[in-house]
């Protein structure tokens, strides 16, 4: 009897252990659950972080992809643009070219008179360009720099290695409706109103070979055949023909061959 009571014992105890085991194997698996539940958690975090750099590497290569295009257009605008300027600049020479051969019936142009054989002077002190006998600059007072001088350019940028005038820009478009004044007196040669090419220009003969034109303007005041006096406004400054934005196109050609017109006006 006391045998079978210690024996009842003993299966008690062990079934006490093994209950607590049962129990600590049963904490261990939640363990080991919350674990996995905690490792799926920061897989899927990842997974979303890689799907982001995923889109943002889309939007950027979609960004760069619509960059180049941009980037290819306004390449077409600008070749466009010169185009057209090539054009119109075949279109002066061939009038001109006509005009001083009908004038001289077809002769060899007189050699280039040395530049200081026209002074350049500034306008009076009442800021008049019609006293002396120099070079008027075409805009008067009015404040502007040369965004394009005459020559050479990087063909890579403009697609036209040669520029045959000036530009003269006022920054934003300030000098748009700024008046154009001739620089020499003469008389109209050549008048146009278009909205390619140069737009609305005037080209004006100065006598002795000499020439001058002024390009894009927003409006013309002169025709052909008008004389014109030194100082006269002929016009106002514009964007019209290709052009990106307010400024005056201005040459001067001796026998219809470009000259550098800063050897000949100056800016106040
Ligand atoms: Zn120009």
């Known amino acids: 009897m006391e045998t079978l009571e210690s024996t009842k014992e003993l299966l008690e105890k062990d079934k006490k252990e093994l209950k607590e085991n049962k129990s600590e194997l049963s904490d261990s698996k939640k363990a080991k659950e919350e674990k996995q539940s905690d490792y799926k958690d920061k897989m899927k975090q990842q997974e979303k972080v890689l799907k982001d750099l995923e889109k943002q590497q889309s939007d950027v290569k979609?960004?760069?992809?619509?960059?180049?295009?941009?980037s290819k257009t306004y390449q077409n605008y600008i070749s466009n643009l010169e185009a057209e300027k090539k054009a119109a600049d075949a279109e002066i020479n061939q009038i001109l070219s006509e005009y001083y051969a009908n004038q001289n019936g077809g002769t060899t142009k007189p050699t280039l008179p040395a530049q200081n054989a026209n002074p350049v002077t500034k306008?009076?002190?009442?800021?008049?360009?019609?006293?002396?006998?120099?070079?008027?600059?075409p805009l008067g007072s009015a404040a502007c720099y040369i965004s394009s001088p005459y020559g050479n350019r990087d063909a890579s940028i403009s697609g036209w290695s040669f520029h045959g005038g000036v530009d003269i820009?006022?920054?934003?478009?300030?000098?748009?409706?700024?008046?154009?004044?001739?620089?020499?007196?003469?008389t109209v040669i050549t008048a146009?109103?278009?909205d390619s090419g140069y737009g609305?220009?005037?080209?004006?003969?100065?006598?002795?070979?000499?020439?001058?034109?002024?390009?894009?303007?927003s409006v013309r005041y002169v025709n052909v055949g008008d004389?014109?006096?030194?100082g006269q406004m002929i016009g106002r400054v514009g964007s019209t023909g290709n052009s990106t934005g307010a400024h005056l196109h201005f040459e001067i050609r001796y026998y219809g061959e470009k000259q550098d017109p800063m050897k000949y006006v100056k800016k106040p």
């Open 62 to 70: 979609k960004l760069l992809s619509s960059l180049d295009q941009s």
């Open 123 to 137: 306008p009076d002190s009442n800021g008049s360009y019609n006293s002396g006998d120099s070079w008027a600059w």
């Open 169 to 186: 820009a006022g920054g934003s478009g300030k000098l748009h409706g700024k008046p154009v004044y001739a620089t020499r007196g003469g």
């Open 192 to 194: 146009v109103t278009s």
């Open 200 to 217: 609305i220009y005037v080209l004006i003969d100065h006598g002795g070979g000499y020439s001058s034109l002024y390009a894009h303007m």
């Open 227 to 230: 004389t014109v006096q030194k």
